[in-house]
Each structure stands twice: as C-alpha cells, then as structure tokens.
C-alpha cells in the first residue's frame, strides 16, 4: 500500500524541528510533540472537508498549484528559528485556517487540544505554524503525481478510505471533518469525542511515534 498522507506529512517533523517549535510555543518538546501529532489529521480533514464540492476542490488546487510547491519543506529550519521568518510563516498560516475552517477554528482548536492533552493557547499558537506546512507537502504530492483539480480529490477520497480500513476512529473523524464547516459546527460534541481518542488508536500511535522518534 502507498504511503498515506498523514505518514508522510509526519516524515516532516524530525526531533529538531519540533524543537524548534517548542522553542517558538514556549512548551515542553514531549507536548509540542503530542500537539503535532493530533493537528496533523485535523488539518489534513479540514483540507477534505474543504475540498468535497467541486469549487472547493478548485480553490484547493489553484492554491496548492500557485502558493504552495512544497519548496517550504526544504526550509523548515530557518522558518522556525524565530524573528520575521516564523512570524511570517504564521501570518500565511492564518489566511490559510480562515479559508478551510472559517467560524469553525475554535472547534477544531478545542478539538485538538483534546486530542494532545495541552491546553487550548498553544494550539492557537501551533496551527498557523502547521498549516503552509501542510499545505507544502500537499502541493508537493499534487507535483509529484501530476494531478489535477479531480486527481487532488481522488487522492484526499483515497485517504480518508485508507483511514477507515486501518483505524476506524480516525477515519470517522476524517469523515466528520469531512462533512465540511457547518457539519463540524452541528456535530462540535462528537467532534471532541473522536479527537479525544485519536492518538489512542493505531494510526494516532503511528503518527506520535513517527514524530517523537
């Protein structure tokens, strides 16, 4: 089987660079650790959730194709070690949250400290940092596969099946992100449940110990 979204977007963040974004939160490495680990799936579901009607898929692509070719991954590094570069690293990141979540940030911001176990104020700070990376490393996979706006769909459908075959909490949270904002907004309650659970489950504890390697 292919390597899934989420296991390659976890590659990303070695022991130094979540250092790094300890440094830049003002937290524990073992936290911050735990943080990435449970925004990961819930930005990555936001982006399908986003992406389910076809103007959404187009609005993904075109950003994707014109902002985002994955070049940031080469550049984690000096984008983390603080000053203008993070602050700009994180102003890019809010465009992006306010696009994909909308009304619903503080939901998924609730649901990821949760799912992490730290409080709510870090992971404000933390997903404006995690989102052009995330971004990237789709932008990367939409290059490397020659996709176009229909081929981006098929491949985040494809995730979101994979994750139902392997760890079915997972997968029921990509599918409620996946309903989109107003569906995660209706369902906020269940939302935090799943994500309470999510590095509990097989691909959580893949996920964390992939990071925290």
Do not use: W
């Not at 590659?11 to 937290?27: D, V």
């Not at 692509?61 to 902002?67: I, S, Y």
């Not at 979101?160 to 107003?182: F, H, I, P, T, V």
């Amino acid at each position: 089987m292919s390597e899934s979204l989420l296991q390659g977007l976890a590659q990303q963040f070695s022991g130094e660079t979540i250092g790094q974004i300890s440094n830049l939160l003002g937290a524990p490495q073992d936290q911050t650790g735990n943080a990435v680990a449970a925004a990961l799936p819930m930005l990555l579901g936001s982006m399908m959730g986003a992406a389910q009607q076809p103007e959404g898929a187009n609005a993904l692509f075109g950003a994707l194709n014109n902002d985002h070719d994955g070049s940031i991954l080469d550049m984690l590094g000096p984008l983390l070690s603080g000053g203008y570069a993070s602050r700009a690293l994180g102003a890019d990141g809010g465009r992006i949250l306010g696009h994909i979540l909308g009304n619903n940030r503080s939901n998924v911001e609730q649901a990821v400290s949760r799912g992490a176990g730290v409080e709510a104020g870090l992971i404000q700070k933390l997903l404006p940092m995690l989102a052009p990376i995330v971004m990237g490393y789709l932008g990367k996979r939409l290059r490397g596969g020659g996709l176009d706006a229909g081929g981006l769909g098929s491949l985040l459908g494809a995730e979101r099946e994979q994750a139902r075959q392997q760890d079915s909490g997972l997968g029921g949270l990509l599918d409620m992100l996946g309903g989109g904002q107003q569906q995660q907004q209706d369902q906020g309650g269940g939302l935090m449940d799943l994500a309470g659970d999510l590095l509990k489950g097989p691909a959580g504890k893949a996920i964390l110990g992939q990071i925290l390697k």
